[in-house]
C-alpha cells in the first residue's frame, strides 16, 4: 500500500474582541509546513493507519489527542502528480492545546464566498458540475498556478465541507473550543463555521448533553458572569 496522508489540522485562536465587554472573536488557522502547503505523511507499507496518523500529529503539534476522522480519498488524475494515491485527514483542536513543532506553523484559514482564505493570499475557486453517465459528479476548481499549493487549498476545502456537515450532527465542535468554555463561545464558533445566525435557547438546549457544568466563572466579559463548562463525552451516542 503506496499513498500519502494529506493533515488538514485546523485550529481555533481566539482574537480579542475590541469591545472588552463582548466575546473574543473565534478564527480558523490551519497547519502548514515550511514550503506553506499542508504536512503530510507517506505510508509505504500496509499498517494501522490511524495509528500512523496520530504518530505524525504527535511530531507536528506535540499532541497527538486531536479530534482526527479521515475525510475523503483524492482521485482527479490532476492531482495524482506523485504518482501515489492521496487521503485527506482532518483533525480539529484549540490552540490552548498544541506546541507546534519548529518545522511547522499557522496560518488564517477561512472558506468565504467563492473564496479560500490561505494566510494573507485569497484563492477563488468555482464549484462545476460534470456529466458521468446518468448522474453529476461535482468537482471544485481552483484558481492557483501552483499544483502543489493547489492540492492543499482543495484537501483543505474538502475538510472544511466536511467539518461544516459534521457539527451538526456529533460532537466535533467542542474539540475545536478550550477544556473550559462558556455556551456562548459554543454558539459564536458554531455559527462562524455554519455561516448561519441561531436562536440562543434552542442552540442551548441541543448542546447541553455535552456540556458539564464546573464551579469556575467568567467575569471579564459580557454584561454578568457566565458559567464556565467543560466536554462530556456521551457514551450513547454513537456514529460513523
Same mark, same amino acid.
Not at 474582541?17 to 504536512?39: A, C, F, G
Given at each position: 500500500?503506496?499513498?500519502n ?5 485546523l485550529v ?6 475590541d469591545?472588552k ?5 473565534p478564527?480558523l488557522y490551519v ?5 506553506n502547503?499542508?504536512p503530510?505523511?507517506s ?5 494501522d493507519m490511524k495509528k ?6 504527535k ?11 479521515q475525510v475523503?480519498?483524492?482521485?482527479e488524475k490532476?492531482y495524482?502528480f506523485?504518482?501515489i494515491a492521496?487521503?485527506i485527514?482532518l483533525?480539529v483542536?484549540?490552540?490552548?492545546n498544541i506546541?507546534?513543532?519548529?518545522n511547522?506553523s ?7 464566498e ?9 484563492f477563488? +475557486?468555482?464549484?462545476?458540475?460534470h456529466? $458521468?453517465? &446518468?448522474?453529476?459528479? /461535482?468537482?471544485?476548481e481552483i484558481d492557483? !498556478?501552483n499544483? *502543489? ?5 482543495l484537501?483543505?476545502?474538502i ?5 461544516k ?7 466535533t465542535?467542542?474539540h ?5 468554555f462558556?455556551?456562548?463561545q ?18 442551548r438546549?441541543?448542546?447541553l448533553? +455535552?456540556?458539564?457544568?464546573?464551579d469556575? $466563572?467568567m &467575569?471579564s466579559?459580557? /454584561?454578568r458572569p457566565?458559567k464556565?463548562y !467543560?466536554?462530556? *463525552? ?7
Amino acid at each position: 500500500m503506496k499513498l500519502n496522508v494529506y493533515h488538514c489540522i485546523l485550529v481555533t485562536v481566539e482574537s480579542e474582541n475590541d469591545n472588552k465587554r463582548k466575546n473574543d472573536v473565534p478564527e480558523l488557522y490551519v497547519v502548514v509546513d515550511k514550503k506553506n502547503v499542508l504536512p503530510i505523511t507517506s505510508i509505504l507499507e500496509v499498517c494501522d493507519m490511524k495509528k500512523k496518523v496520530r504518530e505524525a500529529l504527535k511530531e507536528i503539534l506535540d499532541e497527538s489527542e486531536a479530534h482526527t476522522e479521515q475525510v475523503y480519498t483524492l482521485a482527479e488524475k490532476r492531482y495524482g502528480f506523485d504518482g501515489i494515491a492521496s487521503v485527506i485527514y482532518l483533525s480539529v483542536i484549540h490552540s490552548t492545546n498544541i506546541h507546534l513543532k519548529e518545522n511547522y506553523s499557522l496560518i488564517p484559514f477561512d472558506i468565504l464566498e467563492s473564496c479560500i482564505k490561505w494566510g494573507e493570499r485569497k484563492f477563488l +475557486y468555482r464549484t462545476v458540475k460534470h456529466p $458521468i453517465g &446518468n448522474h453529476f459528479e /461535482y468537482i471544485h476548481e481552483i484558481d492557483c !498556478k501552483n499544483i *502543489v499549493l493547489e492540492k492543499s487549498l482543495l484537501c483543505s476545502l474538502i475538510a472544511y465541507k466536511y467539518l461544516k456537515n459534521r457539527i451538526d450532527y456529533t460532537d466535533t465542535i467542542f474539540h475545536l473550543l478550550p477544556n473550559l468554555f462558556t455556551l456562548e463561545q459554543v454558539r459564536i464558533l458554531y455559527e462562524k463555521i455554519k455561516c448561519v445566525t441561531v436562536d440562543k435557547s434552542n442552540f442551548r438546549k441541543r448542546i447541553l448533553k +455535552y456540556c458539564e457544568e464546573t464551579d469556575e $466563572i467568567m &467575569n471579564s466579559k459580557g /454584561y454578568r458572569p457566565a458559567k464556565y463548562y !467543560k466536554f462530556k *463525552v456521551r457514551e450513547d451516542d454513537v456514529w460513523i
